[in-house]
């Protein structure tokens, strides 16, 4: 029987057997096969493993080598005055509707706070922009801020500027240090003030991120006149603005009121007004903050629209739902425009009075 099938049955056969088999790879490896265990797998495993990769560092950022941020510790044998509970400033409140501290000049004894704060032993970083004709600010600005801002902890002063040739040269004291950055000159002075959001983002990632455990915002146009201290370090410490703290109504801030921006607020909503001119907080806590200002106005800009108060009205709106650990009354940022209030025992920094026809670009 055998012998009845021929060379070519057998050659038939045999190429048959090639294409079933290939037909059945193919099928097998078709992407849209019902059995294809693994869809999904693409790339959404790397998404996820960022979005983990980001909790898990910023749980861990509030630690340094020399202590834990956020501990309370002292050292036995301290000498202070006893703490009351009945007696405290009582011309002012010192605590606001979500038990965060309001800080005054008798809220707190600065050599329990400074011991504290001493023994975590932070990296301070102190963000300051003078662009353009502001760079005059700097030489009192920093001399002032040697004398008094957080005086004995480790600073530095991060300037950014058009021109590195009109940074001063100032004497520093130990562990203080001033860095450099070059940003580019501006047309408008509202691109200035915005575009601190941007480069902040920027230097942060970079660069600040390795080298801080707080990191502050100020305006170039003011100069310390007091203690400015370890009082004012929370996760995120904000400024109540002096024009607005005394007796204005909510409806009557000057926060931003087009609903087509981003950081409109309703006339019925809102805590206090705070100053975008003093800010800060710890590194993590302050780079959501200042990229979420970055962000919005540039959301804002696409739809044509630029903020009342640039951004300050993103702060703002920011803080009205992520609220402030600690509220910093206006000695954290007084002026030389009016008369100082009874309540502002001590200015601890002012905002000069200057023409700003002659040093805004325009
Ligand atoms: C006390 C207060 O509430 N200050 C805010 C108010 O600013 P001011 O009216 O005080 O604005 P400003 O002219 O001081 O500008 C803010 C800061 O931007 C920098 N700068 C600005 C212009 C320029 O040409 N070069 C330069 O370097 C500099 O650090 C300056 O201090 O409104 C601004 C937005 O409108 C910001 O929200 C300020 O924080
Ligand atoms: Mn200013």
């Not at 078709?30 to 790339?43: G, V």
């Not at 495993?45 to 983990?52: A, K, N």
């Amino acid at each position: 029987m055998l012998r009845n099938i021929s060379k070519t049955d057998l050659a038939l056969c045999f190429v048959g057997l090639i294409v079933l088999s290939s037909a059945i790879y193919v099928i097998f490896r078709s992407d849209d096969f019902a059995f294809d265990i693994c869809p999904p797998c693409k790339e959404e495993p790397e998404v996820l493993f960022d979005e983990i990769v980001d909790t898990v560092r910023s749980s861990h950022d509030r630690t340094n080598s020399s202590g834990k941020i956020g501990d309370l510790k002292m050292d036995a044998r301290l000498q202070y005055p006893q703490p009351s509970s009945m007696k405290g400033r009582t011309d002012v409140n010192s605590v606001t509707n979500w038990n965060a501290p309001l800080v005054w000049e008798g809220t707190f004894d600065p050599v329990v706070i400074d011991n504290i704060y001493h023994k975590i032993n932070p990296r301070i970083a102190l963000v300051v922009f003078a662009v353009g004709k502001y760079t005059r600010f700097l030489k009192d600005f920093l001399e002032s801020g040697e004398k008094y801002f957080l005086y004995g902890f480790r600073v530095t002063y991060y300037v950014f500027t058009d021109n590195e040739h009109e940074v001063p040269k100032i004497v520093l004291g130990e562990g203080r240090k001033i860095t450099v950055l070059t940003v580019p000159s501006a047309k408008r002075w509202q691109d200035v003030v915005l575009g601190r959001m941007k480069w902040a983002t920027i230097a942060i990632d970079k660069q600040i991120r390795g080298e801080a455990d707080y990191l502050f915002m100020m305006d170039v146009d003011s100069v310390f006149y007091n203690r400015f201290g370890a009082e004012s370090l929370s996760p995120l410490s904000a400024v109540l603005h002096r024009l607005y703290f005394e007796y204005t109504k909510r409806e009557d801030f000057p926060y931003e009121r087009r609903p087509e921006s981003k950081a409109y607020i309703p006339p019925d909503e809102g805590d206090y007004y705070y100053t975008a001119a003093v800010w800060g907080g710890c590194l993590e806590d302050m780079y959501k903050l200042v990229r979420y200002c970055y962000e919005q106005s540039e959301e804002d800009a696409k739809n044509n629209i630029e903020a009342v108060w640039q951004e300050e009205s993103h702060l703002n709106k920011y803080l009205l739902y992520n609220k402030p650990t600690k509220v910093l009354s206006s000695e954290y940022l007084s002026s030389d425009y009016e008369k100082v209030p009874p309540m502002i025992k001590v200015v601890r920094i002012s905002q000069l009075v200057k023409d700003y026809g002659q040093i805004r670009p325009h």
